[in-house]
């Protein structure tokens, strides 16, 4: 089973920051949190993976909490192309053997 | 990231027949793994791939119905056997290369069983 909880939907207005939580209040020390998105119709996509520390990239950034029971995805200027659902994850496994199993995810709507 | 193309896209297929369905990787990767997304739902994971042996299937997910296979570190296959329309699903396939990139997807495979 999946070991994340997402709320169900989210609005945010285009061009705002949109906030994604995300609880995984069972991780173990080792496992990672992974965030995909999913377009319709599409593969999902990566967006971003952390441990304990903050991580940013091009795409986003992530917010662990520092007992890492929670993080938050945080898109920083949203575009209606940003519309998806949104899965935060945790790898079950090393990295070596570690595999992704998805929840249920959060649909974001950005809208105008 | 590594870069993954499934065939086919699309299928419509008679119930009680088999779809095989091939996930070709541009890179060697070290695990592959198949997912399924029934329509409005999240991805399951059916099966971990694993190359030179028989894949790990996922509890409610048997070898019979099935059947996987990964003959090198770039390629491999799902096969749906018998088909009933609750297989109507998107299949998909996915990659794990470089750790820096995280898993990859392909864009899926669209089986509708009639």
């Known amino acids: 089973d999946a070991k994340t909880t997402q709320p169900t939907s989210m609005d945010c207005a285009e061009g705002r920051a949109a906030n994604l939580p995300c609880n995984h209040s069972t991780i173990s020390g080792n496992e990672y949190v992974y965030w995909y998105r999913q377009i319709h119709s599409q593969g999902p996509q990566y967006i971003i993976h952390g441990l304990k520390n903050n991580e940013t990239n091009e795409m986003a950034s992530l917010i662990i909490t520092e007992d890492r029971k929670s993080s938050t995805l945080i898109l920083p200027h949203a575009t209606l192309r940003d519309t998806a659902v949104y899965y935060c994850i945790v790898r079950v496994g090393s990295s070596n053997t570690g595999k992704l199993i998805f929840g249920q995810g959060t649909t974001l709507q950005v809208k105008p | 990231s590594a870069v993954i193309s499934q065939k086919p896209s699309r299928d419509i297929c008679q119930r009680g027949t088999s779809l095989t369905i091939q996930c070709q990787v541009d890179?060697?990767?070290?695990?592959m793994f198949w997912y399924r997304q029934q329509p409005g739902q999240s991805l399951t994971l059916i099966a971990t791939a694993n190359q030179g042996s028989e894949a790990t299937y996922e509890s409610g997910f048997v070898i019979d119905k099935f059947p996987i296979s990964r003959p090198n570190l770039t390629f491999s296959t799902l096969t749906v056997s018998n088909m009933s329309p609750e297989d109507s699903s998107i299949y998909l396939c996915s990659a794990r290369g470089e750790v820096l990139y995280g898993y990859t997807f392909g864009s899926g495979t669209r089986l509708t069983v009639v």
């Open positions: 890179s060697q990767v070290t695990m």
